[in-house]
């Protein structure tokens, strides 16, 4: 069974653009959640979508934003990109959404860098 | 607002000695607790998961602890590998899932 997928690997990108970053969940995997990974500040929750809504956020600002599809794949957008976030993004994904006992299995990650 | 810390920060030991990881958590209103692996520059691998009400969860060498109570969870890696060389992080779930990270444990396990 093919686990969490995510692209690009890397991404490289100049202050002030947009990235995209995408991920796929596990087959059945219906919630999909993204942290932030920036060094020295730890893994942080971003977003958590289920069934194509969004059903929880972080403290970022609205300039993080993203999407799910009906196939509950899901995009993460960054806009007017600051050198702070420059960071790995992981995509997690999970079963049973919003039950709190759902194991989260997690892709590999995209490096942003923002130069 | 929960907090979630691990400590040591880093740990060396020769290999075959038994790794003691501890994780502490503020709010005691968890719904699970996951103990995960990460490789330099890679995503995180899920190695054991503790639901609220269980006590303690095993697999292989690995065995991982939980008291809801005192916030506590430890987890014990058996007979040390050069393999087992990573960071580890502990997270707990709130309700709706949502992960809260400690910042890690980095072991280097010598040959």
């Known amino acids: 069974e093919a686990g969490v997928t995510q692209s690009p690997t890397h991404l490289i990108k100049t202050r002030g653009q947009q990235a995209t970053l995408r991920c796929s969940p596990i087959?059945?995997?219906?919630?999909v959640y993204w942290y932030q990974q920036a060094l020295g500040l730890g893994l942080q929750f971003l977003l958590w979508y289920d069934e194509g809504e969004e059903r929880n956020r972080g403290n970022f600002p609205p300039r993080f934003s993203g999407r799910q599809f009906p196939n509950y794949s899901s995009e993460l957008n960054v806009n007017a990109l600051e050198l702070e976030d420059s960071a790995l993004y992981l995509c997690a994904s999970s079963l049973v959404p919003g039950q709190g006992h759902n194991e989260q299995f997690f892709g590999p990650g995209t490096r942003l860098t923002v130069l | 607002k929960q907090e979630v810390t691990q400590i040591p920060a880093a740990l060396s030991v020769p290999e075959g000695e038994n790794l003691v990881l501890n994780c502490s958590f503020t709010?005691?209103?968890?719904?699970?607790l996951q103990w995960f692996r990460q490789d330099p520059g890679k995503g995180l691998t899920s190695l054991l998961l503790i639901q609220s009400s269980q006590r303690e969860q095993t697999s292989g060498r690995l065995n991982a602890s939980l008291d809801k109570s005192s916030g506590r969870s430890t987890l014990y890696i058996a007979a040390s590998q050069p393999g087992d060389s990573a960071t580890y992080l502990c997270?707990?779930?709130?309700?709706?899932?949502?992960?809260?990270f400690g910042a890690g444990t980095q072991v280097v396990v010598t040959p």
């Open positions: 087959s059945g995997h219906t919630s």
């Open positions: 997270a707990v779930s709130d309700s709706w899932g949502k992960l809260q």
């Open positions: 709010d005691s209103a968890i719904y699970n």
